[in-house]
């Protein structure tokens, strides 16, 4: 008799790292059980409007993926859910995941009816509160699994009553509570992935001061169709069209007062926004400050096409401080340029600050036992025996390299509970 | 089977309210054949479920035709052990997309019934492949350096049998060769565990390490390989499951180099390769006279990111060189020691082994192109220093280091191309063909070549970024710096990933199932050999290369090779390719059961083949948005738009449909299709049909293709919605009503 129990594998962090470590060890016959903390599936990658190089959209991956979830009925996937706490050892691990209420059972279609009679407003997380959406809402247009969301400050507000009442389906219940699972499995994968760096810390660089200072992660939203702008890439402060661009590269990153580690993709992730703006707009002028261009291995062809346009200018120099001119609010920016030594003063109509991948574990209590690194990162695949970290968590890489590194961590925890 | 039709429509969703329920439902009695047909307000609902499941149990229905949301939701709640089942469309596609009590939304939802109907009578349930050999789940390793040894080992150590094949007469690969090395996460040059790692391979029970042997021959396709393996002068053959490619890399050829660098013209100007081997016999000296090492350079980018040699980075280079550089700061911490970068790259925790070099005091120059200046005994470095902003002269190198970079070892070897038989070049070359050299490596015993298809400058890697293990031959996965160039924790990494995804392939293909993107599926296409006319098109379609032929030109499907793409179905000009429930009988009947009006109706039909994993969520999104486009459409989902099959287009014209539109994925360089090439093969062969209707006198503009990604649902209604009013300005189709 095969322990069902204990020979399956717990994956923690929906990402992509998570979602491959789940999908491929299910495919090879084993049993998973995916926990995310948001309520839909595919972590970050879901947020970005185009994967570098081939400027293709995250979205046709996902929808795969899914698939593959749908098609298989070995992978359990809580959403909403994080892990309170986890502890044993190979072959025997014990976690607690608590799962916050999401106020709509199974039962939802996603009719969207709940979502018509909703007056009250939340900022929208998934477009980093650019915008805002109804509190009864469907995450984004993809989001799996597909059911609605009732903020909790709609479900214990007056209105909650109003929008359980417009569902036919039943699908709202108001008295959900947060519950707990006790879960026992054999491995464990720990992919709980990264969140950018908070740009507010770089004080000089005037996020959060000026609105037309915004983040990487921001952009990907701005170029997105289902984005606040509806993909079009505009100013914030006027939703004017901008005509010259700045990406500030190591905003954060390779800086010991930041993140003294590099985040690797950001270089790839500013040149793919700069052919966003040149799509939009043919005639953009585009700064990109850099220390060095980070484009490995057969990415480096997308830098050496990039270099062709004329009107990106790639600029050798820390940004060293970032102003804004008053009444148009356009940003001044003061760059040391490393290669001549001299101070230059740059006016640009927008800037992106490429913020740098802080990992969670650096920021979450769990899992207490591993060992974090200087930066946060728990730095070894295998932590202890049956429990391996993977990811992000490990090491700030792209989606392609993501993906490596969780089907590889699905194949350790297949081995630690394999039986001989 | 003997099938017993039931069809159930939900009216939850304003289906109810938008569509004449009633009227469908007399439909799907009287023309789809349903012994029952029952409507409930929320089909979803357990009590919607149950009335299914009581009348599987009690009158027997084993053929479910489900009229409510997309297929692509709710798909665990509409999911009946022994029952096939047809989804139509209603909610997104249908009345999400088009008015409420419109005779024309109307018309769409019975056709969409008439055409699962259609598609139900010719479905079969799919049985999963069993061929009579037995299946082998051993893994086979082409490669016994880092990469290869890793896949072996975490293999075997996940239970199953290994082969590892090297041709060398010890394991190791180039890594025998390296003394010190830094690995992740790059904070210490430590001495280099490769033994550690060769000796659990070699004393590994399931295990068989094969050194100084040669793959001489690989036939056959997943669980039922047979790999022929020449040793010692004497061959064995070894039924294998699946295999990881890891052959490795050679490094760059230093001759080859522009003369700034050097080489060549001072016995001290060195590759990075040459410095390891330098290095493996202790102390590194001046190489012309054994002298010691009191000024060093080393020059990043030698031949690399340079369109005239390698337009790619390497990526391990600027690691290499700061360790070679640390280790030359160790044995003398007074020697002088320069890295001339163009970009320093070491991302990740990678950035404080950077830091390290700077604290042992190795100086880094940034500079684009400096030159080596080999006069005569003297060696020196002139460079365009950035930084400073002027030119600087280093004088009395001992030794400089030049950094060259990685060759895929699948880069060597002439075209394949070049040696097909003129026989076969004049055949009328469909879609791109792959670049395949032939370089002794796998020796594949199929059609289409004997070595993994390129992608771009020799790699054999991954086109997609969500599935970097996908390769272009069933169940042969490329890993390590054979399919991109990386160091040795990368390698371990993917050695670990691709021995997953060889393990994979064997469960899933024992069982009968196919491997990604179409994981699990049984069905699996069957020939009908009797009307084959050798034509070779199936052959020479197929992706993935999953056909071989005999010698009078007869194909020879490999089934476990397949990935269930239809390709070779679309491309049969006889049709004799089909699936147990995918055939181009089953399209073509779906497309002859829309009633199409008469041309005095003024109610053109369209008919919209899209590929399901890309066009059709689109379309489906669309529809979550409440967008609307016009009601002369009637989609059909594909597996991939490239089985369509060009029967379907002369069915729906002759039938009297005024236009046809693929929506198809990117294809080109920047492809998006998962099955590489049925996008492009698709438009092509429309190609061909417009050729035919102009020569018919029949409009080619009736016939269109468009690039759709899953994102464009704020574009396709426009699309469909321009495309309809070309049609009416082309006037109907003069094969209307006949």
Same mark, same amino acid.
């Given at each position: 008799?095969?322990?069902?129990?204990?020979?399956?594998?717990?994956?923690?962090?929906?990402?992509?790292?998570?979602?491959?470590?789940?999908?491929?060890?299910?495919?090879?016959?084993?049993?998973?059980?995916?926990?995310?903390?948001?309520?839909?599936?595919?972590?970050?990658?879901?947020?970005?409007?185009?994967?570098?190089?081939?400027?293709?959209?995250? #979205?046709?991956?996902?929808?795969?993926?899914?698939?593959?979830?749908?098609?298989?009925?070995?992978?359990?996937?809580?959403?909403?859910?994080?892990?309170?706490?986890?502890?044993?050892?190979?072959?025997?691990?014990?976690?607690?995941?608590?799962?916050?209420?999401?106020?709509?059972?199974?039962?939802?279609?996603?009719?969207?009816?709940?979502?018509?009679?909703?007056?009250?407003?939340?900022?929208?997380?998934?477009?980093?509160?650019?915008?805002?959406?109804?509190?009864?809402?469907?995450?984004?247009?993809?989001?799996?699994?597909?059911?609605?969301?009732?903020?909790?400050?709609?479900?214990?507000?007056?209105?909650?009553?109003?929008?359980?009442?417009?569902?036919?389906?039943?699908?709202?219940?108001?008295?959900?509570?947060?519950?707990?699972?006790?879960?026992?499995?054999?491995?464990?994968?720990?992919?709980?992935?990264?969140?950018?760096?908070?740009?507010?810390?770089?004080?000089?660089?005037?996020?959060?001061? #000026?609105?037309?200072?915004?983040?990487?992660?921001?952009?990907?939203?701005?170029?997105?169709?289902?984005?606040?702008?509806?993909?079009?890439?505009?100013?914030?402060?006027?939703?004017?069209?901008?005509?010259?661009?700045?990406?500030?590269?190591?905003?954060?990153?390779?800086?010991?007062?930041?993140?003294?580690?590099?985040?690797?993709?950001?270089?790839?992730?500013?040149?793919?926004?700069?052919? #966003?703006?040149?799509?939009?707009?043919?005639?953009?002028?585009?700064?990109?400050?850099?220390?060095?261009?980070?484009?490995?291995?057969?990415?480096?062809?997308?830098?050496?096409?990039?270099?062709?346009?004329?009107?990106?200018?790639?600029?050798?120099?820390?940004?060293?401080?970032?102003?804004?001119?008053?009444?148009?609010?356009?940003?001044?920016?003061?760059?040391?340029?490393?290669?001549?030594?001299?101070?230059?003063?740059?006016?640009?109509?927008?800037?992106?600050?490429?913020?740098?991948?802080?990992?969670?574990?650096?920021?979450?209590?769990?899992?207490?036992?591993?060992?974090?690194?200087?930066?946060?990162?728990?730095?070894?695949?295998?932590?202890?025996?049956?429990?391996?970290?993977?990811?992000?968590?490990?090491?700030?890489?792209?989606?392609?390299?993501?993906?490596?590194?969780?089907?590889?961590?699905?194949?350790?925890?297949?081995?630690?509970?394999?039986?001989? | 089977?003997?099938?017993?039709?039931?069809?159930?429509?939900?009216?939850?969703?304003?289906?109810?309210?938008?569509?004449?329920?009633?009227?469908?439902?007399?439909?799907?009695?009287?023309?789809?054949?349903?012994?029952?047909?029952?409507?409930?307000?929320?089909?979803?609902?357990?009590?919607?479920?149950?009335?299914?499941?009581? $009348?599987?149990?009690?009158?027997?229905?084993?053929?479910?035709?489900?009229?409510?949301?997309?297929?692509?939701?709710?798909?665990?709640?509409?999911?009946?052990?022994?029952?096939?089942?047809?989804?139509?469309?209603?909610?997104?596609?249908?009345?999400?997309?088009?008015?409420?009590?419109?005779?024309?939304?109307?018309?769409?939802?019975?056709?969409?019934?008439?055409?699962?109907?259609?598609?139900?009578?010719?479905?079969?349930?799919?049985?999963?492949?069993?061929?009579?050999?037995?299946?082998?789940? $051993?893994?086979?390793?082409?490669?016994?350096?880092?990469?290869?040894?890793?896949?072996?080992?975490?293999?075997?150590?996940?239970?199953?049998?290994?082969?590892?094949?090297?041709?060398?007469?010890?394991?190791?690969?180039?890594?025998?060769?390296?003394?010190?090395?830094?690995?992740?996460?790059?904070?210490?040059?430590?001495?280099?565990?490769?033994?550690?790692?060769?000796?659990?391979?070699?004393?590994?029970?399931?295990?068989?390490?094969?050194?100084?042997?040669?793959?001489?021959?690989?036939?056959?396709?997943?669980?039922?390989?047979?790999?022929?393996?020449?040793?010692?002068?004497?061959?064995?053959?070894?039924?294998?499951?699946? @295999?990881?490619?890891?052959?490795?890399?050679?490094?760059?050829?230093?001759?080859?180099?522009?003369?700034?660098?050097?080489?060549?013209?001072?016995?001290?100007?060195?590759?990075?390769?040459?410095?390891?081997? /330098?290095?493996?016999?202790?102390?590194?000296?001046?190489?012309?006279?054994?002298?010691?090492?009191?000024?060093?350079?080393?020059?990043?980018?030698?031949?690399?990111?340079?369109?005239?040699?390698?337009?790619?980075?390497?990526?391990?280079?600027?690691?290499?060189?700061?360790?070679?550089?640390?280790?030359?700061?160790?044995? =003398?911490?007074?020697?002088?020691?320069?890295?001339?970068?163009?970009?320093?790259?070491?991302?990740?925790?990678?950035? $404080?082994?950077?830091?390290?070099?700077?604290?042992?005091? @190795?100086?880094?120059?940034?500079?684009?192109?400096?030159?080596?200046?080999?006069?005569?005994?003297?060696?020196?470095?002139?460079?365009?220093?950035?930084?400073?902003?002027?030119?600087?002269?280093?004088?009395?190198?001992?030794?400089?280091?030049?950094?060259?970079?990685? @060759?895929?070892?699948?880069?060597?070897?002439?075209?394949?191309?070049?040696?097909?038989?003129?026989?076969?070049?004049?055949?009328?070359?469909?879609?791109?063909?792959?670049?395949?050299?032939?370089?002794?490596?796998?020796?594949?015993?199929?059609?289409?070549?004997?070595?993994?298809?390129?992608?771009?400058?020799?790699?054999?890697?991954?086109?997609?970024?969500?599935?970097?293990?996908?390769?272009?031959?069933?169940?042969?996965?490329?890993?390590?710096?054979?399919?991109?160039?990386?160091?040795?924790?990368?390698?371990?990494?993917?050695?670990?990933?691709?021995?997953?995804?060889?393990?994979?392939?064997?469960?899933?293909?024992?069982?009968?199932?196919?491997?990604?993107?179409?994981?699990?599926?049984?069905?699996?296409?069957?020939?009908?050999?009797?009307?084959?006319?050798?034509?070779?098109?199936?052959?020479?379609?197929?992706?993935?290369?999953?056909?071989?032929?005999?010698?009078?030109?007869?194909?020879?499907?490999?089934?476990? /090779?397949?990935?269930?793409?239809?390709?070779?179905?679309?491309?049969?000009?006889? /049709?004799?390719?089909?699936?147990?429930?995918?055939?181009?009988?089953?399209?073509?009947?779906?497309?002859?059961?829309?009633?199409?009006?008469?041309?005095?109706?003024?109610?053109?039909?369209?008919?919209?083949?899209?590929?399901?994993?890309?066009?059709?969520?689109?379309? =489906?999104?669309?529809?979550?948005?409440?967008?609307?486009?016009?009601?002369?459409?009637?989609?059909?989902?594909?597996?991939?738009?490239?089985?369509?099959?060009?029967?379907?287009?002369? $069915?729906?014209?002759?039938?009297?449909?005024?236009?046809?539109?693929?929506?198809?994925?990117?294809?080109?360089?920047?492809?998006?299709?998962?099955?590489?090439?049925?996008?492009?093969?698709?438009?092509?062969?429309?190609?061909?049909?417009?050729?035919?209707?102009?020569?018919?006198?029949?409009?080619?503009?009736?016939?269109?293709?468009?690039?759709?990604?899953?994102?464009?649902?704020?574009?396709?209604?426009?699309?469909?919605?321009?495309?309809?009013?070309?049609?009416?300005?082309?006037?109907?189709?003069?094969?209307?009503?006949?």
């Amino acid at each position: 008799m095969v322990d069902v129990e204990t020979q399956s594998i717990l994956v923690v962090g929906g990402g992509m790292t998570g979602l491959t470590a789940a999908i491929e060890a299910a495919e090879a016959g084993r049993e998973v059980y995916l926990v995310e903390k948001n309520p839909y599936l595919g972590g970050r990658v879901s947020q970005l409007h185009q994967y570098f190089p081939k400027l293709c959209p995250p #979205y046709c991956g996902l929808e795969i993926n899914f698939r593959r979830i749908k098609n298989n009925n070995r992978i359990h996937v809580l959403t909403m859910a994080q892990v309170e706490s986890v502890s044993g050892q190979k072959g025997s691990w014990d976690a607690r995941i608590k799962i916050e209420p999401r106020y709509v059972n199974e039962k939802c279609t996603t009719c969207g009816k709940c979502a018509e009679v909703c007056s009250t407003e939340i900022d929208n997380p998934f477009n980093y509160g650019m915008d805002k959406i109804k509190a009864a809402y469907l995450p984004h247009d993809m989001a799996f699994p597909f059911r609605y969301v009732i903020d909790p400050a709609l479900a214990k507000s007056a209105e909650g009553q109003t929008v359980k009442d417009a569902c036919p389906y039943g699908a709202i219940d108001l008295d959900m509570q947060a519950q707990t699972v006790d879960l026992k499995v054999g491995a464990v994968v720990w992919a709980t992935g990264w969140t950018p760096y908070d740009a507010k810390r770089l004080d000089t660089l005037g996020f959060g001061a #000026y609105p037309n200072v915004v983040t990487n992660v921001m952009m990907e939203r701005l170029a997105a169709g289902n984005g606040p702008t509806k993909g079009k890439i505009l100013r914030p402060s006027d939703g004017e069209a901008p005509k010259t661009v700045a990406f500030v590269q190591c905003a954060g990153s390779r800086d010991e007062n930041h993140l003294p580690f590099c985040s690797s993709v950001c270089c790839m992730a500013s040149m793919k926004q700069a052919t #966003y703006v040149r799509a939009q707009y043919p005639d953009a002028k585009i700064y990109i400050f850099f220390i060095d261009i980070r484009a490995m291995d057969r990415l480096e062809t997308f830098y050496a096409d990039l270099k062709k346009d004329e009107n990106v200018v790639f600029f050798k120099g820390k940004v060293a401080k970032i102003e804004q001119d008053g009444p148009t609010k356009n940003l001044v920016l003061r760059v040391e340029n490393t290669a001549t030594g001299s101070l230059n003063t740059i006016n640009v109509d927008m800037a992106v600050l490429a913020t740098g991948m802080q990992p969670n574990t650096s920021i979450a209590h769990q899992p207490t036992f591993a060992q974090r690194d200087d930066y946060g990162f728990i730095a070894s695949q295998e932590v202890t025996p049956g429990f391996f970290s993977a990811g992000c968590t490990r090491t700030p890489i792209n989606v392609s390299e993501s993906v490596q590194d969780g089907t590889a961590a699905a194949l350790k925890a297949i081995q630690s509970i394999v039986r001989r | 089977m003997d099938k017993k039709t039931a069809v159930y429509i939900c009216t939850g969703c304003g289906i109810g309210e938008a569509l004449d329920v009633d009227q469908l439902s007399t439909l799907a009695t009287s023309e789809c054949g349903a012994a029952i047909c029952k409507n409930h307000a929320s089909l979803c609902s357990p009590e919607g479920v149950q009335l299914i499941k009581d $009348d599987i149990a009690g009158e027997g229905v084993n053929t479910l035709i489900i009229g409510a949301c997309s297929q692509r939701v709710m798909y665990d709640v509409f999911n009946f052990e022994g029952a096939i089942l047809d989804r139509v469309n209603l909610r997104e596609q249908i009345v999400w997309t088009h008015p409420a009590k419109d005779e024309d939304t109307q018309m769409m939802a019975e056709d969409y019934l008439r055409m699962s109907g259609a598609r139900m009578k010719a479905m079969l349930p799919p049985e999963p492949f069993k061929p009579e050999q037995e299946l082998s789940r $051993d893994i086979l390793v082409v490669g016994g350096g880092v990469t290869g040894m890793t896949a072996a080992l975490e293999a075997a150590k996940a239970g199953y049998n290994a082969v590892l094949v090297e041709q060398a007469e010890e394991l190791g690969g180039f890594q025998k060769n390296v003394t010190q090395n830094v690995v992740f996460p790059f904070k210490e040059v430590q001495a280099n565990e490769i033994g550690k790692l060769a000796a659990a391979v070699k004393n590994h029970e399931k295990i068989k390490v094969l050194t100084g042997s040669k793959l001489e021959k690989l036939a056959g396709g997943p669980c039922l390989f047979n790999a022929t393996i020449k040793q010692n002068g004497s061959t064995s053959e070894h039924p294998i499951g699946a @295999v990881v490619l890891a052959a490795g890399w050679r490094p760059y050829d230093a001759e080859k180099l522009d003369p700034r660098f050097g080489y060549g013209a001072s016995a001290n100007v060195v590759t990075n390769v040459q410095f390891e081997e /330098r290095a493996k016999s202790g102390a590194v000296t001046r190489p012309s006279d054994g002298g010691a090492l009191k000024t060093v350079a080393f020059i990043q980018c030698a031949g690399q990111r340079d369109p005239q040699h390698l337009p790619y980075c390497s990526s391990i280079c600027c690691f290499t060189a700061l360790k070679q550089a640390i280790q030359v700061k160790q044995q =003398d911490p007074g020697a002088n020691v320069f890295v001339f970068y163009q970009e320093m790259r070491t991302p990740g925790q990678g950035e $404080d082994f950077f830091r390290k070099a700077q604290n042992e005091g @190795v100086i880094f120059v940034r500079a684009q192109t400096p030159e080596v200046l080999a006069g005569g005994s003297k060696l020196a470095v002139e460079a365009f220093d950035e930084l400073l902003g002027d030119k600087i002269l280093l004088d009395d190198v001992d030794l400089v280091v030049l950094a060259t970079g990685m @060759v895929p070892a699948t880069a060597f070897g002439a075209d394949y191309k070049a040696k097909q038989s003129d026989e076969d070049k004049k055949n009328d070359m469909i879609a791109s063909v792959d670049s395949i050299y032939v370089s002794d490596i796998l020796n594949l015993e199929y059609r289409q070549g004997p070595e993994l298809p390129e992608l771009k400058y020799g790699f054999p890697d991954s086109h997609f970024i969500c599935f970097p293990y996908e390769s272009r031959r069933t169940g042969i996965y490329p890993a390590g710096p054979v399919r991109r160039p990386m160091g040795v924790s990368s390698a371990i990494e993917d050695g670990t990933g691709a021995a997953m995804k060889a393990i994979q392939c064997v469960e899933l293909t024992s069982n009968g199932m196919a491997v990604h993107p179409r994981a699990g599926d049984t069905s699996y296409p069957e020939f009908f050999m009797q009307r084959c006319t050798q034509c070779k098109r199936c052959t020479e379609e197929c992706p993935f290369g999953a056909i071989n032929e005999d010698e009078k030109g007869n194909p020879l499907p490999q089934p476990t /090779r397949c990935r269930r793409c239809g390709v070779c179905m679309g491309a049969c000009p006889e /049709r004799i390719i089909s699936f147990k429930n995918y055939s181009v009988g089953m399209i073509g009947d779906m497309i002859k059961s829309i009633n199409v009006p008469d041309e005095y109706d003024e109610k053109p039909r369209i008919l919209v083949f899209c590929c399901e994993n890309d066009a059709y969520p689109t379309l =489906d999104m669309a529809g979550l948005r409440r967008m609307n486009y016009n009601a002369w459409v009637r989609i059909i989902p594909l597996r991939c738009l490239g089985s369509m099959n060009l029967v379907w287009i002369a $069915d729906s014209l002759s039938k009297g449909i005024d236009g046809i539109i693929l929506l198809g994925c990117r294809h080109g360089e920047n492809y998006q299709c998962h099955f590489i090439k049925g996008s492009e093969l698709a438009n092509i062969r429309l190609g061909k049909v417009k050729e035919t209707l102009d020569r018919l006198a029949l409009e080619s503009d009736r016939v269109r293709f468009e690039d759709i990604s899953i994102t464009d649902y704020q574009k396709v209604p426009a699309m469909l919605d321009e495309f309809a009013e070309k049609l009416v300005e082309i006037g109907a189709n003069p094969y209307k009503g006949f």
